[in-house]
C-alpha cells in the first residue's frame, strides 16, 4: 500500500483539509439544533404557561379566581378595588391544562376536559399500531416476494413505490373520493349489481378511522418493502444454502434466519412509520376533516385545532409535548434494546 | 474609464430604485381572506377609495375560508413584532386581541363619524375593547334562514313550514315523494350554525342569551336545550346519507338543482343563488328558519386595527376606519357580498328583497331584543368555548348519545373550558 504519510509537516491547509467535512455538516447540525430541539424546549416551555393567542412566557401560577369565588368575595364585602384588581389578574392567568389538576375545586371539571384529549390519543392510538402492523407485514411479504428474481422486478418494484410519490394532501384526496360511499366504491360495486353492498366506512362514526389507515398503509407500504428488499439482498446467500443443507424447510429458514437479520430494517421501519402516524394531519384534515364529530381526530389535529383555532396555545402545546413523550416512549426503549447489542455482520 | 462609469451608473441605479419604492403618504398593509369573485371585488373597492385619498394599500390575502390559515399568519407577524396595519377579525377574539395589548385606538375617527349613532349597541359592544372602539365592523350576515325550492314543495304537496312541527309534517310528505328533504353538510360548523337557529326558536331570545352567549350551566343543561337537541337529532333522519363532509354550497347546490327541498344556512347562500341565475320568489323562497323570525342571529365581519409607529401610516389607517363605515363603501360591498350594511340608515334602493327583509329584521330585533350573536360563528363566545359546544354538538349529532346526556354534557365542557 503507497505510503500517505506526509512529507512535509502538517501546515494550515492540511488541518482544513482534515476538517473540511466537519465545517459542511456544521450548519446543518446547528440549525438541526437550534430548530428542532431549541424549539421542542420551547414548546416545552409554552405548554407550562398560560398562554391563550400569542405566547406568554409567565409560568403559569396554579389556580384560578372563579365568577362564583369573585361574587361569594363581594357577598363578603371585600372591597371593589380588591375585586377588579383580581378581575384583572384572572383576564392574565388563563387557565392550562397543568393549573387544572391543581385546582382542587374544579378538579373533576377540569379533568373533563383533559379527557376528551385522552380519549383521542388512546382510543385512536390503535390506529397507530394497525397501521405500522399492516404496513409492515404487507411491506415484508411484498418485498419476499419481489426478491424471487422475478421478471418485470424492476417495473413491479416502481409500481409498488410510486404512491409514496404522492404528497399525503394528494392520498386523502384521491380516497376521499374513492371512498365516498354516493360516488365511489360503493356506487361502483352497486352499479355492477350488488344493491346491498356497503362501503360507508368514511361517514360512519365508529369506522372513520380505519379510512385513515387505509390510505396511509396504501401509501406508505411501498416504501417499507423498498426498505425490507434492499435488506434482503444483503442477506449472505451462504448461511441459507448452509441451513438448507441441514435440511430446514423454507418457512422455518425465512421465520428463523432471513427475518431475524432484518432486524436492522424493522428499526428504521419502525421509526420511520411511527413518526408518520403521529404527525399524520395532513392525510386526516382533507380525507375526514376529523370525521363525522370528531371520531377520526388524531393528536395532531388535536393540537393544531387547539393551538392556532381555539386560542389556547399553552393548552395546544401541552398535547404536542404528550404527543412527544409518547413518541419517545416508544422510540428510546426499541433504541437502547437494538443498539445494545453487538452486532455480527 | 468606460466599465468602471458603467459600474458606478448601475450602482446608483440601484440605489434610487431602491429608494423611489418609498412610498409618501401612508401605507396600509390589509390582511383578509376574500379571495373569491364577489368579495375580491368589493375589497378592490376599499382599495380606490384609500388610493383616492393619496394612501397605498398592500394586499395580505391569504385564502381559505373561515380564516383559519389567515389567523396563524396573523399570529405569527404579531409575534414577530411586525403586524400587519388591519386584519379581518371579527368576535370576541378581538377582546382576546386587545388583551395583548397590540390594538390601535379608533375613538377619533368613531366620534368625528358618530358610530354610537351608526351602530346598534350590540354590534358596537363586539367592536370596542375597554370602552373605545379597536374595531371597525363591515358588514352584517344573518344566520337564521331557511333556503327553499317552491318547486319540490309543490311537487311533494307539503307547505313551507314556520315552526318545527310543521317542518317534521311537510320533511315526511317530501321524503315520500323520493326527494331529500334537508341538504345537508356534515361539517361541524354547519350543525352548529342549525342547532343554534333551533336554540333561538325552541328558547326564544333570552334563553339563547343565557345558554350560547353568557354560557350558564343552568341554561345548558335545561329541558329546553334538551327538546331543541331532540329536535336537531330529529332532522338527520330528513338528510342523505352523503352528508358527512359535504361543504355547504355543494348542499345548496342539491336545493337549486331540485334534489332537495331545503337548506338551512345563512344569507351567504343567496350568492349561490344568484350566481346560478335564480331569482328570489320565483325560484327559490327565503324564510326565516322555522320559529325565529322574530330572531336576527348577526355575524359582523370587521377589521381590527394594529397599533402604528409611523404617523403616515396612522393617519392611513384612520381613513381606512372611517371609509369603511361611510355610505359609498357600504353600498357596494355589501350589493357585492349578499350581506346587509352594518351602518343604519343606508338608502334602500339598490338592495333586493331578502336583503331588504333582511334589514328590516335587523332594525326591528335591534329594538325588540331579538338581536343575538352567532355563537357557531364566533360573534358570541371565546374560540375554545365555542370549539368545546360544537365538540359536543357534532359528537351528539354523529353518535346516538342521547339527549339529557348531551346536554348535561354541554354544560360540563363548558365549565372545563371557562
Known amino acids: 500500500m503507497a505510503d500517505l504519510?506526509?512529507?512535509?509537516?502538517?501546515?494550515?491547509?492540511?488541518?482544513?483539509?482534515?476538517?473540511?467535512?466537519?465545517?459542511?455538516?456544521?450548519?446543518?447540525?446547528?440549525?438541526?439544533?437550534?430548530?428542532?430541539?431549541?424549539?421542542?424546549?420551547?414548546t416545552a416551555w409554552i405548554s407550562m404557561t398560560q398562554s391563550a393567542l400569542l405566547p406568554n412566557y409567565r409560568i403559569s401560577a396554579g389556580y384560578r379566581i372563579t365568577t362564583k369565588a369573585l361574587t361569594k368575595m363581594k357577598n363578603e364585602g371585600v372591597s371593589e378595588n380588591v375585586l377588579t384588581k383580581l378581575r384583572i389578574l384572572e383576564k392574565h392567568e388563563r387557565t392550562d391544562k397543568k393549573s387544572k389538576f391543581l385546582r382542587d375545586v374544579k378538579k373533576q371539571i377540569g379533568a373533563e376536559q383533559l379527557r376528551i384529549y385522552q380519549d383521542v390519543i388512546l382510543t385512536h392510538s390503535y390506529s397507530h399500531d394497525l397501521f405500522i402492523a399492516t404496513c409492515i407485514a404487507?411491506?415484508?411479504?411484498?418485498?419476499?416476494?419481489?426478491?424471487?428474481?422475478?421478471?418485470?422486478?424492476?417495473?413491479?418494484?416502481?409500481?409498488?413505490?410510486?404512491?409514496?410519490?404522492?404528497?399525503?394532501?394528494?392520498?386523502?384526496?384521491?380516497?376521499?373520493?374513492?371512498?365516498?360511499?354516493?360516488?365511489?366504491?360503493?356506487?361502483?360495486v352497486r352499479n355492477l349489481g350488488f344493491a346491498e353492498f356497503n362501503f360507508d366506512w368514511l361517514v360512519n362514526s365508529d369506522m372513520a378511522i380505519y379510512t385513515v389507515v387505509i390510505a396511509a398503509v396504501w401509501q406508505s407500504t411501498g416504501f417499507v418493502m423498498a426498505l425490507f428488499l434492499a435488506g434482503l439482498r444483503g442477506i449472505d446467500e451462504a448461511i441459507?444454502?448452509?441451513?438448507?443443507?441441514?435440511?430446514?424447510?423454507?418457512?422455518?429458514?425465512?421465520?428463523?434466519?432471513?427475518?431475524?437479520?432484518?432486524?436492522?430494517?424493522?428499526?428504521?421501519?419502525?421509526?420511520?412509520?411511527?413518526?408518520?402516524?403521529i404527525k399524520s394531519f395532513d392525510l386526516v384534515m382533507v380525507l375526514t376533516r376529523g370525521g363525522p364529530g370528531y371520531s377520526s381526530d388524531l393528536p395532531a389535529t388535536f393540537m393544531y385545532a387547539f393551538a392556532f383555532n381555539r386560542g389556547r396555545l399553552?393548552?395546544?402545546?401541552?398535547?404536542?409535548?404528550?404527543?412527544?413523550?409518547?413518541?419517545?416512549?416508544?422510540?428510546?426503549?426499541?433504541?437502547?434494546?437494538?443498539?445494545r447489542k453487538t452486532r455480527y455482520a | 474609464m468606460g466599465s468602471k462609469l458603467i459600474k458606478r451608473m448601475l450602482v446608483v441605479m440601484a440605489v434610487i430604485f431602491m429608494v423611489s419604492t418609498y412610498a409618501f403618504g401612508g401605507e396600509v398593509e390589509v390582511l383578509h381572506w376574500w379571495t373569491s369573485g364577489g368579495e375580491a371585488k368589493s375589497v378592490g373597492v376599499l382599495k380606490k377609495q384609500l388610493e383616492n385619498e393619496g394612501h397605498t394599500w398592500k394586499d395580505f390575502a391569504v385564502a381559505g375560508g373561515g380564516g383559519d390559515a389567515a389567523m396563524t399568519v396573523l399570529k405569527s407577524r404579531a409575534v414577530a413584532g411586525n403586524p400587519p396595519t388591519a386584519a379581518q377579525v371579527k368576535g370576541p377574539q378581538i377582546q382576546?386581541?386587545?388583551?395583548?395589548?397590540?390594538?390601535?385606538?379608533?375613538?377619533?375617527?368613531?366620534?368625528?363619524?358618530?358610530?354610537?349613532?351608526?351602530?346598534?349597541?350590540?354590534?358596537?359592544?363586539?367592536?370596542?375593547?375597554?370602552?373605545?372602539?379597536?374595531?371597525?365592523?363591515?358588514?352584517v350576515h344573518r344566520i337564521n334562514w331557511m333556503w327553499a325550492n317552491p318547486e319540490v314543495f309543490?311537487?311533494?304537496?307539503?307547505?313551507?313550514?314556520t315552526t318545527w312541527e310543521q317542518f317534521e309534517e311537510a320533511a315526511k310528505k317530501i321524503q315520500k315523494a323520493g326527494f331529500i328533504p334537508v341538504a345537508w353538510g356534515g361539517q361541524p360548523w354547519q350543525e352548529a350554525t342549525v342547532f343554534e337557529m333551533i336554540v333561538a326558536a325552541v328558547g326564544g331570545s333570552d334563553f339563547y342569551r343565557s345558554a350560547l352567549v353568557d354560557t350558564d350551566s343552568k341554561a345548558l343543561n335545561s329541558a329546553t336545550m334538551v327538546k331543541s337537541l331532540e329536535i336537531l337529532k330529529m332532522i338527520k333522519s330528513y338528510t342523505d346519507k352523503g352528508a358527512p363532509g359535504r361543504d355547504w354550497n355543494l348542499a345548496t347546490a342539491m336545493v337549486i338543482q331540485g334534489k332537495a327541498a331545503m337548506?338551512?344556512?345563512?344569507?351567504?347562500?343567496?350568492?349561490?343563488?344568484?350566481?346560478?341565475?335564480?331569482?328570489?320568489g320565483a325560484d327559490y323562497i327565503a324564510m326565516p328558519a322555522p320559529g325565529s323570525s322574530g330572531q336576527f342571529l348577526f355575524n359582523v365581519d370587521s377589521f381590527i386595527m394594529f397599533k402604528q409607529k409611523d404617523p403616515e401610516a396612522i393617519k392611513a389607517q384612520n381613513a381606512m376606519a372611517r371609509l369603511i363605515l361611510q355610505p359609498e363603501f357600504q353600498e357596494v360591498f355589501n350589493v357585492n357580498k349578499g350581506s346587509i350594511p352594518v351602518r343604519l340608515g343606508m338608502p334602500r334602493a339598490p338592495f333586493d328583497d331578502p336583503a331588504l327583509r333582511s334589514m328590516n329584521a335587523f332594525v326591528a330585533s335591534a329594538s325588540s331584543g331579538g338581536l343575538v350573536p352567532s355563537m357557531a360563528h364566533e360573534m358570541a363566545v371565546f374560540p375554545a368555548t365555542r370549539g368545546a359546544i360544537m365538540d359536543v354538538v357534532t359528537d351528539f349529532y354523529n353518535s346516538d348519545m342521547s339527549a339529557k346526556d348531551a346536554a348535561a354534557k354541554l354544560a360540563r365542557e363548558v365549565e372545563a373550558v371557562r
Open chain 1, 5 to 42: 504519510s506526509l512529507s512535509h509537516p502538517k501546515g494550515f491547509f492540511d488541518y482544513l483539509e482534515d476538517a473540511i467535512p466537519k465545517l459542511v455538516l456544521a450548519p446543518t447540525f446547528l440549525a438541526a439544533l437550534v430548530f428542532i430541539y431549541g424549539f421542542i424546549l420551547w
Open chain 2, 263 to 280: 337548506q338551512f344556512m345563512g344569507d351567504w347562500a343567496k350568492g349561490e343563488f344568484t350566481a346560478a341565475g335564480k331569482s328570489p
Open chain 2, 154 to 161: 309543490r311537487k311533494a304537496g307539503a307547505q313551507i313550514p
Open chain 1, 240 to 277: 441459507i444454502k448452509a441451513a438448507q443443507v441441514d435440511g430446514a424447510s423454507l418457512p422455518r429458514i425465512y421465520l428463523r434466519i432471513i427475518i431475524p437479520s432484518l432486524r436492522p430494517a424493522f428499526l428504521s421501519t419502525v421509526i420511520i412509520l411511527s413518526h408518520i402516524a
Open chain 2, 96 to 139: 382576546l386581541w386587545g388583551d395583548e395589548g397590540v390594538l390601535a385606538n379608533l375613538d377619533d375617527v368613531a366620534k368625528a363619524e358618530n358610530w354610537d349613532q351608526l351602530l346598534p349597541k350590540v354590534v358596537a359592544d363586539v367592536m370596542k375593547y375597554e370602552g373605545s372602539y379597536v374595531a371597525v365592523p363591515v358588514n
Open chain 1, 138 to 188: 404487507l411491506g415484508l411479504i411484498l418485498a419476499i416476494f419481489l426478491d424471487q428474481r422475478i421478471r418485470a422486478e424492476g417495473a413491479l418494484r416502481t409500481i409498488y413505490l410510486y404512491p409514496m410519490a404522492l404528497s399525503f394532501i394528494v392520498t386523502g384526496a384521491a380516497w376521499k373520493w374513492i371512498l365516498n360511499p354516493d360516488l365511489g366504491l360503493e356506487r361502483l
Open chain 1, 314 to 339: 399553552g393548552f395546544g402545546a401541552s398535547s404536542a409535548m404528550m404527543m412527544f413523550f409518547a413518541v419517545m416512549a416508544i422510540i428510546i426503549p426499541y433504541l437502547y434494546s437494538e443498539l
